[in-house]
């Protein structure tokens, strides 16, 4: 579109900076300068993975305000393309009002042309950026409308968005290093200079970490091509994914987690991923076992249990194991002997008393086979398992909804709910 009404045979860049390669007065001041690159990046990062967080809890309320969750325990008032429109018109409005009122036009600026202003050394808000009041504010709205836009029924980039907000960030910190700092690194008095080259730096790891990719560094230096921010722009990178790995998963994990959709999502983004099974077993989960010889009590237990682990937003598994225990055995054991439907609990419980397997295998497809792992196996290994067989089940999602019981020489040792899995796996969820 932009070569069409432009009349240009070319594309143009999302934004310029007017950035040169100075170099640092001593090779102190240029150490001095790439320590603070990769503190301002940790941070940085640190900070796009809380925006990941923000853009969670948001989607959580657009979801129900537009009726597809329910909203504060009330029931579920279904999608309505009204009621969409009516969102997208007040957020729109209440945008072009905080436009209108604010004064210096920052607000009215779009990404491309807010980043070049960002990272331009002659920027006509030069005063706005060295000030961090009008930052700050700047900073609190851009993230609420990006986190609240990401939401919208619309289509929505991320990337222009986080190096904005990462820019400012980068903005912000560098008005918080100390004045002797400043001399030391700009003995000619400019050291607005520097603050723009914390800026990119700041635009970059926000953006990495959002995102979790390192690639966002040669997509900047393409744009800004100054050599001496390689080694800076590469090293703040990588700190602001690590630190952001500690925080929790990138937007496209969250996203998948939010939606449960059956896709591999980057395992590698947590180290929970590498974690053993066995480790992040939730031991409570065990009391919804059904002995093989159940009775009403029995029955009563369960559904209660159930019960709790839903007015606390768990995820709960879909199967609920039959077990026998292992008399004669110095530590209380299970063997696992089938497995029903929660759903199914109330055709199982005229049968107190009674053999459940016996009575599932009497009534057709009450029996249910889930799952199984090994206790040894690492949460990245489970997850690849669940896929595979999705995928040999031909995108049906009985097995891979349901829970993988984790199941060592026949004995149950825990209940590992699919959803649970995904969450831990991308570090969503603690163990």
């Not at 709960?316 to 609990?345: M, N, Q, W, Y």
Request: hydrophobic share 50%.
């Amino acid at each position: 579109l932009n070569m069409v009404f432009a009349n240009s045979g070319q594309l143009k860049p999302l934004f310029v900076s007017d950035i040169t390669a100075e170099v640092s007065p001593t090779l102190q001041a240029e150490l001095t300068f790439i320590f603070l690159c990769v503190l301002i990046g940790s941070i940085c990062g640190t900070l796009g993975s809380i925006f990941v967080q923000l853009h969670k809890r948001a989607s959580w309320l657009m979801s129900g305000l537009r009726g597809l969750t329910p909203l504060f325990g009330h029931a579920r008032a279904g999608a309505s393309l009204t009621r969409d429109l009516l969102i997208l018109f007040i957020v729109a409005v209440v945008g072009a009002s905080l436009a209108a009122v604010e004064g210096n036009g920052l607000l009215k600026l779009g990404a491309g042309p807010l980043l070049t202003e960002i990272f331009s050394q002659k920027s006509d808000f030069a005063d706005q950026f060295s000030q961090p009041g009008p930052l700050l504010w700047l900073l609190v709205v851009k993230a609420i409308f990006t986190a609240g836009a990401l939401c919208l029924p619309v289509p929505a980039g991320v990337v222009a968005p986080s190096l904005v907000l990462g820019g400012l960030c980068g903005h912000m910190l560098a008005t918080g290093i100390p004045l002797s700092i400043q001399n030391f690194l700009a003995p000619d008095g400019n050291f607005y200079a520097y603050a723009v080259r914390f800026a990119i730096v700041g635009a970059t790891t926000f953006c990495g970490s959002v995102c979790r990719v390192n690639s966002v560094v040669v997509t900047v230096f393409e744009l800004i091509a100054v050599p001496r921010l390689i080694l800076p722009l590469t090293l703040a990178t990588v700190a602001g994914n690590f630190f952001g790995n500690k925080v929790g998963p990138s937007i496209f994990d969250s996203i998948l987690v939010m939606k449960k959709i059956p896709a591999m999502p980057t395992l590698r983004a947590s180290l929970m991923a590498e974690k053993r099974v066995d480790s992040v077993l939730d031991k409570g989960l065990m009391e919804l076992c059904l002995p093989r010889y159940a009775w009403e009590t029995d029955f009563e237990n369960t559904e209660s249990i159930l019960q709790a682990l839903e007015m606390e937003g768990r995820n709960l598994p879909k199967f609920i194991p039959i077990v026998e225990e292992v008399a004669l055995h110095p530590t209380r054991k299970l063997l696992l002997s089938g497995s029903i439907k929660k759903e199914d609990l109330c055709h199982f419980r005229p049968a107190g008393g009674l053999d459940l397997v016996r009575v599932a295998v009497k009534i057709q497809d009450m029996l249910q086979d889930p799952m199984q792992v090994s206790p040894e196996m690492t949460l990245k290994e489970a997850y690849l398992e669940s896929m595979s067989l999705y995928s040999k089940l031909g995108g049906r999602r009985l097995k891979q909804d349901g829970p993988m019981l984790v199941v060592e020489d026949g004995m149950l040792l825990g209940i590992l709910p699919h959803d649970d899995l995904l969450e831990l796996a991308v570090g969503e969820k603690n163990g």
